[in-house]
C-alpha cells in the first residue's frame, strides 16, 4: 500500500530552520514526483516545492533560496530544508507523490497520493 509518513514539523521563531521529512514508497522515486505543499486555514492548498525522478526541482516564488526540496533514495524519504523561516510560512505542510509523470506541477491535481500533514509555526 503506498503511504506517505511526514514528520518534522513543529515551532521556531522568525529566521529559524526547520528540515521536514517524508517516507514514502519506493515507486514514486522511479518515474515520478514528490512534492510539499501547505495550506493555513480558509486557503488553498499551495504548491511549495516538487522533485522529479530525474533530479528536476520546482520551486514557489516565494520559497526560493530559503528552502530546499531532495530526496534519500536510500532512505525512500523526501525531504524539506526550510531556512530564514517568516511567519508567513506557517501552515500545515504536506508530503505529496505522483507515479508516472514526464514532468512535475506545483498543482495539487497533479497528485493522488498525501500525507496526514504536519503543522510549522514561526513567530516574529
Known amino acids: 500500500q503506498d503511504q506517505l509518513v511526514e514528520s518534522g514539523g513543529g515551532s521556531v521563531q522568525s529566521g529559524g530552520s526547520l528540515r521536514l521529512s517524508c517516507a514514502a514508497s519506493v515507486i514514486f522515486y522511479r518515474t515520478g514526483c514528490m512534492g510539499w505543499f501547505r495550506q493555513v486555514p480558509g486557503k488553498e492548498r499551495e504548491g511549495v516545492a516538487a522533485?522529479?525522478?530525474?533530479?528536476?526541482?520546482y520551486y514557489v516564488d516565494s520559497v526560493k533560496g530559503r528552502f530546499t526540496i531532495s530526496i534519500d533514495k536510500a532512505k525512500n524519504t523526501l525531504y524539506l530544508q526550510m531556512n530564514s523561516l517568516k511567519p508567513e510560512d506557517t501552515a500545515v505542510y504536506y508530503c505529496?507523490?505522483?507515479?508516472?509523470?514526464?514532468?512535475?506541477?506545483?498543482?495539487?491535481?497533479?497528485?493522488?497520493?498525501w500525507g496526514q500533514g504536519t503543522q510549522v509555526t514561526v513567530s516574529s
Open positions: 505529496a507523490a505522483a507515479a508516472g509523470r514526464r514532468w512535475c506541477t506545483l498543482q495539487k491535481g497533479d497528485f493522488a497520493y
Open positions: 522533485i522529479h525522478s530525474s533530479g528536476l526541482m
